[in-house]
């Protein structure tokens, strides 16, 4: 079975702090993403990459970074943590299936509190 | 430009169906997506569907697909109380990897 991990189910730091999520697939996977997810605002993707050290703004960039040193591990990173970045986080690697399509496997989320 | 909507909130009782909504506004889609989320878990893919199919059945899901009015709709027959989750519909342009996701219905089932 394929498994996207991240690092922490929940999270609360203060304004101002530094913070990284961490997500790690065992797939092999080349795309990975990271999405939040607000009530009534579904998914939306903040960053995503597509092979090792290669990254693409989704559709809500700003206020966040990424990092993808290796091809396993895709990390956010918040570098300095705003109260309307308190959200669910969620990663998912990507696997193509057949006739072109791609199904994206999600962690868990972390659910991040920023006081 | 991309947008998915559906509808926030459904409630069904034990053993009817249900039919979850969703429209899109991007003619060039190419596969769409249901995917469900149970409470504190990750996003779960249920079903798929390519472009220049109408409909596509799986056990107690059917999703139909009207593409001249940009609506996808999945029914689950006979629905549990372990189909409450949150449903979300998403697409897919063009041979891009980026789903574009609408905001979730709620489905609430009562026994």
């Known amino acids: 079975d394929v498994k996207v991990t991240q690092s922490s189910r929940y999270l609360v730091k203060r304004t101002g702090e530094k913070v990284f999520l961490e997500c790690v697939q065992d797939?092999?996977?080349?795309?990975m993403f990271w999405y939040r997810q607000d009530p009534g605002l579904g998914l939306r993707l903040i960053y995503f990459?597509?092979?090792?050290?290669?990254?693409e703004k989704g559709d809500i960039p700003e206020g966040y970074s990424v990092s993808r040193e290796k091809k396993e591990r895709f990390s956010l990173i918040l570098e300095s943590a705003s109260t309307n970045q308190t959200s669910m986080y969620l990663c998912?690697?990507?696997?193509?299936?057949?006739?072109?399509?791609?199904?994206?496997?999600f962690g868990p989320g972390t659910r991040l509190t920023v006081l | 430009g991309e947008d998915v909507e559906q509808s926030l909130f459904l409630s069904v009782r034990e053993g009817d169906s249900s039919v979850i909504n969703c429209t899109y506004t991007?003619?060039?889609?190419?596969?769409l997506y249901w995917y469900k989320q149970e409470p504190g878990a990750g996003l779960q893919l249920l079903t798929y569907?390519?472009?220049?199919?109408d409909m596509k059945q799986d056990q107690r899901l059917t999703v139909l697909l009207n593409k001249k009015d940009k609506h996808l709709s999945l029914r689950i027959a006979d629905t549990q109380t372990g189909d409450s989750a949150i449903y979300f519909c998403?697409?897919?342009?063009?041979?891009?990897?980026?789903?574009?996701f609408g905001g979730g219905t709620r489905l609430m089932v009562k026994p």
């Open positions: 569907i390519f472009s220049n199919m």
């Open positions: 990459s597509y092979d090792v050290k290669m990254k």
């Open positions: 991007d003619s060039s889609s190419t596969y």
């Open positions: 998912a690697s990507s696997f193509p299936l057949a006739g072109g399509a791609n199904e994206q496997f």
């Open positions: 998403a697409e897919i342009l063009d041979a891009g990897n980026m789903l574009t």
């Open positions: 797939m092999d996977h080349e795309n």
